[in-house]
């Protein structure tokens, strides 16, 4: 990310703010430092983005050397705890600023509680104002760097799939082909798992965010693996579906359902068709199979910064339009029947004009171990 992009970024941020009647905007997720700003490792940080005029980034004392190297706005203020905190240095910065009684944005998934007891102490909470959709919408269209980034990573979680592959057996327990996985992913290139690692089995198969323990995998089941890889933030991930010895026909009917339903919205994503339309075919084409009933609405979600970005969400009843150079994943959820229910089957996918691209190259085919 040059200055230039920077630049258009935050011109576009406050543009937005402008529309809007936002005084100031508050960016302090990870995520949103590395998009608007570059910088990719830091905690305790926010910037402060006036709607007119150059933002302005606080951090730790101990962290404005590095910082202001890693950052690409110029002007970063460290605070000393216990004396100061982010939150109150921001509040000096904002009266700096000029403002007395500023309508504020600000994310509404990432803030903490005593930032924002801070600021309602501050200032009226009447005026404050959610910045999360217009965010995830700007960051939903990809950059040529930002793909790179996303091609690397899920390069890497193959690789990672490929390390788990070469050891599961029964007896081995979840933990340790999480161990190997991110082991191969580093070696890949990959900076860390974006969330944690869901290489599971057994009942946990079901449930909707399970991640690996001490659980052994057993003979005669299926084991399921779900993960990502990072670089330089930038996500890719994969889930597919290993099946040890046998298990019930219907099981492996219900893999084959997901993974007909997979290969016809890659036949059917492209620039303009909606979220709406895309999950309705998958709707239908499970209704094919007899499990519409058991399937969820909900079958995708950007990703990015984040491995489920909230825009766009590719749900029955969205409107939203895909649009070329958006990445997205699918099918995320399984066919939740307690006695068969489990497989799934996810993808990274890059969504161009005339057609898609799945950047987490593996077969989609069930994996029988």
Known sequence: MDKKLYNERILKLQNYMKEKNIDVSLLMDRENLNYFAGVEQVECMTIVVPQKGEPVGVTLWLDVSFIKENCLVDDIRGYVMP?????????????????????????RYFISYSFFNVLRNEFNTEKFEDLSTPIYMMRSIKEDYELEHIRQASKAVVKGLEAVLDKVKPGVKEIDLAVEAEYAMMKAGSQGMPFRPQIVTGKKILSTHPFSMNTEIKNNSI?????????????????????????????INIYNAIQDTQNLLLDNLKEGITCNDLTNLALNNMDKYNYRSKYLYVIGYGVGLRQSEFYPVISQGNPTV????????????????????GPRLTDTILVKKDGSEVLSKYPNDIIRK
């Open 223 to 251: 084991l399921i693996i779900n993960m990502g890889a990072s670089v330089h933030g930038y996500v890719g991930k994969l889930c597919r579906t290993v099946i040890l010895g046998d298990v019930d026909q219907e099981t």
């Open 322 to 341: 895909l649009k070329e150079n958006m990445v997205v994943d699918f099918l995320m959820p399984t066919v939740y029947d307690k006695k068969f229910g």
């Open 83 to 107: 004396k100061d905190s982010v939150g109150s240095k921001v509040v000096e910065i904002i009266k700096e600023m000029g403002y007395e009684n500023p309508s504020i944005g600000f994310e």
